[in-house]
């Protein structure tokens, strides 16, 4: 089973709207960390958010929040007020505690910032 | 801004050469990880290492070996390449959280884009 899963292969907004960009997670650990990334076409991935199991708050990092809502097992980034150099992949990756501290990724998603 | 560095950034290089992709970071931390990705797709772990002296294989199957006789240095070696090998390899770093138990977010360098004819 996958681990992260991720819907939306592509996805578009308008300059200057909020975007939301869906992730799940299976996990039977209770202490896990959830991670968002951006891959912009130059191929470096960026940390961008980071949220853990125990938080009781989403977190949130300038244009970036996570919605996390544990009982449904999902990790969702928000961007808001989107610009042009937003444009890239991204990718949420989870970090499970009982398994060694691996990290798994999903397959990501393609946003595009339409003028 | 995280100080991992990886060369060569881009290789080409034909079948059957051996190759070692180099990485480095200055930040100390103990945990080291390669990554292969191909173009728009996930990430596979391939090799990581949490600590001198002590690699372990990930979960796609690579031909590739690896070393970690420093804690700052974590190449990577093909050695004899195939075009199946072409694809990105993305070196990335983590410390652990003191007294957690955890592991922090992995810094990634800008990673090596091979080639193989």
Known sequence: ?115 | EADIYQTPRYLVIGTGKKITLECSQTMGHDKMYWYQQDPGMELHLIHYSYGVNSTEKGDLSSESTVSRIRTEHFPLTLESARPSHTSQYLCASSESVPGTGDTGELFFGEGSRLTVL
């Open chain 1, 1 to 115: 089973a996958q681990k992260i899963t991720q819907t939306q292969p592509g996805m578009f907004v308008q300059e200057k709207e909020a975007v939301t960009l869906d992730c799940t997670y299976d996990t039977s650990d209770p202490s896990y960390g959830l991670f968002w990334y951006k891959q912009p076409s130059s191929g470096e991935m960026i940390f961008l958010i980071y949220q853990g199991s125990y938080d009781q708050q989403n977190a949130t990092e300038g244009r970036y929040s996570l919605n996390f809502q544990k009982a449904r097992k999902s990790a969702n980034l928000v961007i808001s007020a989107s610009q042009l150099g937003d444009s890239a992949m991204y990718f949420c990756a989870m970090r499970e505690t009982n398994t060694g501290n691996q990290f798994y990724f999903g397959t990501g998603t393609s946003l595009t910032v339409i003028p």
